[in-house]
């Protein structure tokens, strides 16, 4: 690991706006459009048969020595945006794998919240893709974890074992500060100003507990004026969304570099 150094660039500004933490789940705003998916535009492919049994979007250099695994939000790995994304990571130089952790079975307005997380635990999915981790592993590829909303979850946990060399987070959903007493590999944490989920509040104790933990390196940043899912659901047609999430795609680019590399 590198030496201790640890970085801190939090912009925390606790708007009278975000108090008034909205009742529903941010966490379904701005769905994927689904019928955008495909076409000449991926620059990657679904396979069916990773190991844990996973589906997944793969793009990137298959020869490359590292890997990042793109952990996505409760929509699940059917989403445009996100597949563009990995194209870019993939484009850094990475090879980048976007399982389905969900099995098609998205979350949606339809579906009890509570229900479909005992089905869809982000901890029991890290269970599950330790064969994934252990075949990128042995194929001599070292390995880092992004995620989004439930994929953040995911990534904590993952970040808890010896799997990943580092993890970097956008605007998680259930992360607990707590989580952050036992990460083991440096993190990045991506928050938004109006995350209900995730309010800057939260993404401050996580710092709080982090900078007594001088082993493990971290970044955080809030942006602001952007809401939950800002970096991978975000409106196409809105230029300060778009640039919004092109900086949050960088820092996570940046910070593999930094730690995979
Ligand atoms: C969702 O499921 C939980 C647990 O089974 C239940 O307690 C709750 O009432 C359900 N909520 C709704 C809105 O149906
Ligand atoms: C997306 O952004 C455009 C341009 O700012 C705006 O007109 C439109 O209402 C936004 N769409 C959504 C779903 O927020």
Redesign the pocket.
Known sequence: MPSAQVFLCLAVMLAAAAATAQAHLQCLDNPPERSLLGGQAEAGEVVHDLPGGFRAYVTGAASSSHAIVLASDVYGFEAPLLRKIADKVGEAGYFVVVPDFFNGDYLDEKK????WL?AHSPVKAAEDAKPLFAALTKEGKTIAVGGYCWGGKFSVEVGKTNEVKSVCISHPYSVTADDMKVVKCPIEILGAQYDTSTPPKLVYRFVHVLRQREEVPYYAKVFQGVEHGFANRYNTTDPFAVKTAEQALAYMISWFDKYLK
Do not use: A, F, P, S
Not at 112 to 115: G, I, P, R, V, Y
């Open positions: 009890n919240l509570t229900e005992k």
